[in-house]
Every structure is written in C-alpha cells, then in structure tokens.
C-alpha cells in the first residue's frame, strides 16, 4: 500500500463567505419600492399581454409570473435581501376585491411592491416582499 503526501497551500482552499456583520444596509443596497415596481409590471405585462382569463391556465402563469418576478428583482443586486412574490390572478367580472397581508418585519430596511394588471377579462395583482437578511 502507497501513501503519498499532497501539500496543499492557503491559497488552493476553497474560501468560505466571511460574516460580515452588517446589520443595516447601505442606501445604494436597500430594497427600492419604485425599482422594484417596474421589474414587476414588465413581467407581468410581458406574459400576460393579450391573454384572456383561462381557469385552466391561471394556476399555471402564477406560477411562472412568480418566478419571473423571483429572478428579475434578484438581478437588480439585493443581494442580502430574502424575497417573497405573491402573484394573485382573478376573471374580471366588475366586482371589487381586497387582499392584505400581515408581516413582522423591521420598518427601517423591509418592504414591498406591487403591481395590479388589469384587462377586460382578468386581474393580477403581484406583490415581490423584500426582508433583510441579517
């Protein structure tokens, strides 16, 4: 039986992330409502753009808006920020509907943005939550 002996120096060790202990984000790094706001309307525009309401179909384009909206604010670089995307799709028959939410969350570096797309046919309302991630 051979045994052999590999050097292995600091530098060909895989790094591992450093805490960084940032408990506040930085202005430029905070989760932009407005941003965030218009990633969500061109994809909820983008796959629903003359489409009418299918009861059949609408289970199915929430959950692509999902995670469409999921990568698009992921790629605005909000990096420390958890993301939650509630996509909610309704028949548009002239009746009125209210949704809520309840969140436990830190005013200061928390917050969300929504998106209601209407056409004579159907309703969406995509909301993308953005927690900080301490």
């Known amino acids: 039986m051979a045994e052999t002996e590999v050097a292995i120096t600091p530098s060909e060790l895989p790094s591992a992330a450093e805490n960084s202990y940032i408990i506040r984000p930085n202005f430029k790094d905070k989760f932009k409502p407005a941003i ?7 994809v909820v525009v983008e796959h629903l753009k003359g ?3 299918d ?3 609408a289970p199915a ?10 990568e ?17 799709i309704g028949e ?3 009746q009125g509907i209210k949704v809520g ?3 436990f969350w830190d005013s200061d570096t928390d917050n969300y943005a929504q998106h209601l797309y209407m ?5 969406c309302l995509a909301t993308a939550f953005g927690v900080f991630f301490y």
């Open 72 to 88: 698009k604010v992921k790629s605005l670089g909000m990096d420390r920020y958890k993301l939650a995307v509630n996509v909610v």
């Open 92 to 94: 548009q028959r002239g």
């Open 55 to 57: 009861p059949e179909q």
């Open 61 to 70: 384009w929430c959950k692509t808006i999902t995670e469409a909206v999921k």
């Open 101 to 103: 939410c309840r969140c």
């Open 119 to 123: 056409n004579e046919s159907m309703f």
């Open 51 to 53: 489409k009418d309401y």
């Open 36 to 42: 965030v706001k218009e990633a969500i309307q061109e």
